[in-house]
Structures are given as C-alpha cells and as structure tokens.
C-alpha cells in the first residue's frame, strides 16, 4: 500500500512539478513501473521543448537588438563625404596659372608704336597692336601717350623733366594732328603716325611693363 502511495506522489509530482532543464540529467529512471518510466520520458521532450522554445525566443531577441542597434546609428546622410577629386589639383594649377597670367605674366613681342588709328593691347606677330603698357628703364617713369596729337618741335629734355607726368602742364607743347599718337616720358619723346617696332627706335629705353 505504501509503495502504490510513493509512485501515486512520484506522478503527481513529476506532472505538476516539472524539474528544470539542467536537472532533466539527474532525474533518476526508476527501476520498476512502466507508468514513472513514461511519465520521466514526456517529461524530459516537453522539457526539451522548453529548451527549445527558449533559445529560439533569445536567438529572436538578439537579432532585435542587433536591428535596433542597426537604426539607432547617426544618420550617414548629414554628414555627406566629400571625396577629393583627382583632377582638383590640376585644376588649381590652371587656375594659377591663368590667374597669373590675368595679372602681369603677359608682354609685348614684339613691342609695337602706333599712331591713334593703331589698336591698343598686347603685341605679338600676329596681333600687331601698340603697347600701351611701357615704361623707361632710364627714368623708371610709365610713358604717356595722347592720341591725335604731336610733339612741339621747341621740346627739350628740361620740359619733360619738369612736367611729366602732368598733362596740364605737358599741353603746352602739344599740337593737334589727325592720326598721330605723342608718346613721352621724363627723359624720351616721341611722335608716331605709323605702327613701328620699338626694336628700330634705338635711342628709346623703352620696354613692356607686362600687362
């Protein structure tokens, strides 16, 4: 009678008090009864089951984590990144070099005289225009010109040299003349009707002060 009462309470344990997983090892197999042996059998693969169910539900919970961590990262698109572009470099050497080019790399060649009726700009074979950018490397001083006029014939080197670069003053020896250019600077002057090399006026120091 006692030993029907122990495996009355062994079954009702072993359904209402399931063990846990890691005692499922340890839960002896009786040596007798087949109704304990199938009860510890059930138990032990819905125990199982359990295990199962359980390391599902946490594999579930990392991937969650892992997508929330994904969506909380600071947004890529507000911070654009600014690749540097090969061919930058050699864009800003161009630059420069126009740049330098925009601002005094360019002279007269050859350097060219003209009457008023001659283009003004930079020189060359091809564009023959009067420079209108020279200076004197015996005065230093940049040459004035006046288009239409001539040079008075009673001009000395004292007038110029107490007058330039002041055209109120530089008038009074100034004639008017269709077509003629008065080029002058505080040591040299000179009347121009046709265009002229600067190379065949000899006695004149002059030269392109770049453009």
């Not at 990144?81 to 930058?88: A, D, G, N, P, R």
């Not at 050699?90 to 925009?102: D, H, P």
């Not at 008075?152 to 055209?167: A, H």
């Not at 040591?187 to 065949?200: G, I, K, P, Y």
Request: proline content about 4%; overall charge positive; some cysteine.
């Amino acid at each position: 009678m006692a030993k029907d009462l122990d495996e009355l309470l062994d079954e009702v344990e072993s359904k209402f008090c399931r063990p846990g997983p890691l005692r499922l090892g340890m839960v002896e197999r009786p040596s007798g009864g087949g109704s304990r042996s199938l009860s510890s059998d059930r138990n032990r693969a819905e125990a199982k089951e359990s295990l199962r169910s359980t390391e599902t539900f946490r594999k579930e919970d990392d991937l969650d984590r892992l997508i929330n961590e994904i969506f909380e990262e600071p947004n890529f698109d507000k911070k654009p990144i600014k690749l540097k572009s090969k061919s930058s470099g050699n864009t800003s050497v161009r630059a420069s070099i126009q740049g330098l080019g925009k601002s005094g790399l360019s002279s007269c060649s050859p350097v060219y005289l003209g009457g008023s009726a001659a283009p003004c700009g930079i020189g060359t074979s091809t564009s023959q225009r009067t420079c209108d950018h020279l200076r004197c490397i015996v005065c230093d001083f940049w040459i004035v010109s006046y288009d239409d006029y001539m040079w008075d014939k009673s001009c000395d080197y004292l007038f110029f040299r107490n007058n330039m670069p002041e055209f109120h003053k530089l008038k009074t020896k100034l004639v008017k003349k269709k077509g003629t250019r008065a080029y002058a600077c505080q040591c040299s002057w000179r009347t121009v009707e046709e265009l002229t090399d600067l190379q065949t006026e000899h006695q004149l120091r002059w030269v392109c002060g770049k453009h």
